[in-house]
């Protein structure tokens, strides 16, 4: 397993307060993200006027042009965010999903992030692939082909593709996580790593185990809120008891010999058998598999050793004592 790249997503969990977005920033810079990202969008942009809410929203708004307008800050305030995270060396990112605000503020992100719903806006992605930055590419809904075109179409030298079930939220089972290395397969130049919108956090430590170099969910204060995303989102605690096992054990897939420990040492001993007498043996008799039983603990000569080569009893032994001692 590797050292995984965490991405606290801030998306629209802030509701539109701009100081619940900093509270939840500075949560997730406490709680280890290595990256926090932002959703920045002009409603007008992004839908019709009279789009029905999605499911999570449909309690707050009555039209996502609704929904996606109260969740709008300045560009001072993205700017403001941004500046929050590089102070505490964490790195700024954001799904930027219209070509003015994309121009305008990509200077203040590190990363770049195409939503799953973006794939096929070419236009968008030509532009984001342009600007010279990591791009992060989320692969919900999408057909091999259509992500292939992405692909070209960004023209990315340092691209990370995210598998991705855009059901909000979906069980574990539903997570599909053997499309990690499906993907790893299909794209072995691109780096591979996951967006979770599962309804627990197990999710997440099985995807960094299926080899996903980047894990992405939505982060929260509170699970409790009925709408938006808080329900399939991480808590600080969650976070940080995933990154601190993540640094405890990135590293322990690599191929190498294992070194046991003292303790297991001590229990290979008491484990194994080992070679005693049956019988009473003088000094310089042939010992067969006859004269002995094995038995544990392991003491004097293994069970390996002993059939190895003709045995010559080096000592006298009385019945039970261990052979080789």
């Not at 977005?21 to 290595?34: K, M, P, V």
């Amino acid at each position: 397993m590797d050292k995984i790249n965490f991405i606290a997503e801030i998306g629209g969990n802030h509701n539109g307060d701009f100081a619940q977005a900093l509270s939840l920033t500075r949560a997730a810079i406490n709680s280890g993200a290595h990256i926090i990202k932002y959703q920045i969008y002009s409603a007008s942009e992004l839908v019709t006027a009279n789009q029905k809410p999605l499911p999570l929203a449909k309690t707050v708004a009555k039209t996502q042009l609704e929904r996606f307008r109260s969740l709008e800050f300045s560009e001072e305030q993205w700017i403001c965010l941004s500046k929050v995270c590089r102070e505490a060396n964490v790195v700024p990112a954001a799904s930027i999903f219209d070509a003015k605000l994309l121009q305008s503020l990509s200077p203040y992100f590190d990363i770049l992030k195409v939503a799953s719903g973006e794939v096929t806006n070419l236009p968008l992605l030509e532009l984001t692939g342009s600007l010279d930055k990591p791009v992060i590419l989320s692969t919900g809904m999408a057909s091999r082909d259509e992500i292939g075109e992405a692909i070209a179409v960004l023209d990315c030298a340092d691209l990370t593709l995210l598998h991705c079930v855009s059901k909000y939220p979906h069980s574990l089972i539903e997570a599909d996580l053997a499309h990690i290395q499906r993907l790893a397969q299909m794209y072995p130049y691109q780096k591979i790593g996951y967006s979770c919108h599962c309804e627990n956090v197990y999710a997440v430590y099985a995807a960094a185990l299926a080899g996903a170099k980047t894990i992405e969910k939505h982060f929260t204060t509170d699970r409790n809120i009925a709408f938006g995303d808080h329900k399939h989102s991480i808590l600080p605690v969650e976070l940080a008891e995933f990154i601190g096992w993540n640094a405890r054990f990135a590293g322990n897939s690599e191929p190498r010999d294992r070194t046991l420990s003292v303790e297991e040492l001590s229990m290979r001993r008491e484990m194994r058998r080992g070679v005693y007498a049956n019988r009473i043996i003088e000094k310089g008799e042939i010992v067969s598999v006859d004269d002995v039983r094995f038995l544990r603990p392991e003491t004097g000569l293994s069970i390996s050793q002993f059939l190895s080569t003709q045995h010559i009893a080096e000592a006298h032994y009385s019945k039970g004592d261990p052979i080789g001692s």
